[in-house]
């Protein structure tokens, strides 16, 4: 049997050769065996014992690929095995797209090259979102803060493909108690969540550029959140996070920069929007923070800091489960309470808004609520299947 008492993370895995490196937790290598190290590599990486499964259904791909190009003709097996092995123009298939290897789990896989992967894997989003769309949202960079609740929102983005590059910050490591509404399994506990939402992003796409910034927003980090170079800057941000100065300086920066902002409150499928990128001189949280600066907040006490946090959420439309949590939190509740179907529809909201408003969709700053218990009415009537 063996036991460990230390995270994947904390003990980085080692691509082949001497090379050690943090990024190794979470950032798989991509091979391709038309560069002249390819063969080597993966020779080594195969020769290593570190492989545990190897999944080669390139095959499936190509003809997948072939469904997707040529939709409107009937090919029998023979036909499609036959354009597939066109569209690998004279590569052998083993040598053809790219071969990707994720250390923390010792997978292997082969997968289409980059263009050819994204066609297929988004080719079903089709109809409501173009092959241009989709092209023109892969350039985009989305910003995380908070990766619980975050955690499904930049998942739900890397699904469907709304983004290309991310960042992602989170100074906290995945416990138990995270299991009821993040998407997460008994051996991710005590992993950074950085590093858990990266990897798992990773496995939808390899072909992703991900970031992650494990302290969290600090006043030392912040700024190299946001982007500090040329063509380095956020296009939107997605704030999830729990401390009350990092909510507030995020905004502070992302309005200073022009960047939009959304948030899923997690309570009556509340989604915020704020337009800054179209309002730069808009009032953080729709005024309801006053004049409170991220260096005010500094000096509030506990008292005073869950006062702000209640004005922002606006507690007078809070559901009345979390109104009454309020008075028990810290008593006889350890945490602010949340859902995995509210982490989910709040994941669902904050997706379709972040996509529609990089296409430049009009989509206006303000408090937009999909309450699931006043939509689905609860009456008896309705739960019999008796209601008109």
Excluded at 65 to 87: F, H, K
Excluded at 119 to 146: H, M, S, Y
């Amino acid at each position: 049997m063996i036991h460990s008492d230390t995270s994947v993370d904390d003990d980085p895995c080692s691509y082949p050769g001497p090379t050690r490196t943090r990024e190794a937790a979470y950032r798989p290598l991509l091979l391709n065996l038309g560069e002249a190290d390819g063969e080597a590599t993966l020779a080594a990486l195969l020769e290593s014992g570190a492989v545990r499964e190897v999944h080669d259904r390139i095959d499936d791909q190509l003809e997948e690929l072939v469904r997707c190009l040529r939709p409107g003709e009937s090919l029998d097996d023979r036909a499609r095995a036959a354009a597939a092995t066109e569209m690998c123009a004279g590569v052998p298939r083993r040598r053809y797209g790219t071969w990707v290897w994720y250390p923390w789990s010792g997978r292997l896989v082969h997968l289409l090259p980059d263009e050819q992967f994204r066609l297929v894997r988004t080719d079903r989003n089709r109809g409501k979102i173009t092959r241009g769309e989709q092209q023109a949202l892969l350039g985009r960079r989305i910003g995380v803060v908070g990766l619980s609740v975050g955690n499904g929102a930049a998942l739900t983005c890397a699904m469907e493909g709304v983004g290309g590059s991310f960042r992602l910050a989170d100074f906290d490591r995945v416990g138990l108690s995270n299991l009821n509404r993040l998407r997460a399994g008994v051996h991710d506990l005590g992993v950074e969540k950085t590093v858990l939402c990266a990897r798992q992003m990773y496995e939808i796409d390899p072909y992703l550029d991900i970031e992650i910034h494990r302290e969290g927003v600090t006043e030392e980090t912040i700024d190299g959140f946001f982007g500090t170079g040329p063509g380095s800057g956020l296009d939107l941000l997605i704030e999830e996070c729990d401390t009350l100065w990092a909510k507030v300086a995020a905004r502070e920066h992302a309005r200073a920069r022009r960047i939009p902002v959304l948030m899923d409150a997690n309570d009556r499928g509340l989604l915020d929007v704020e337009r800054f990128d179209e309002e730069p001189t808009r009032p953080l949280f729709h005024s309801r923070a006053g004049e409170t600066t991220a260096e005010d907040v500094r000096a509030l006490d506990a008292a005073a800091s869950l006062d702000l946090l209640l004005r922002i959420v606006d507690v007078d439309r809070l559901s009345p489960a979390m109104t009454d949590a309020i008075s028990r939190i810290g008593r006889t509740l350890s945490s602010w309470p949340q859902l995995a179907s509210g982490i989910m529809l709040g994941a669902a909201l904050v997706a379709d808004t972040a996509r529609r408003i990089l296409q430049g969709a009009p989509v206006p700053s303000g408090r937009y609520y999909v309450d699931l218990e006043a939509l689905i009415a609860a009456d008896q009537a309705t739960l019999l299947g008796t209601a008109p």
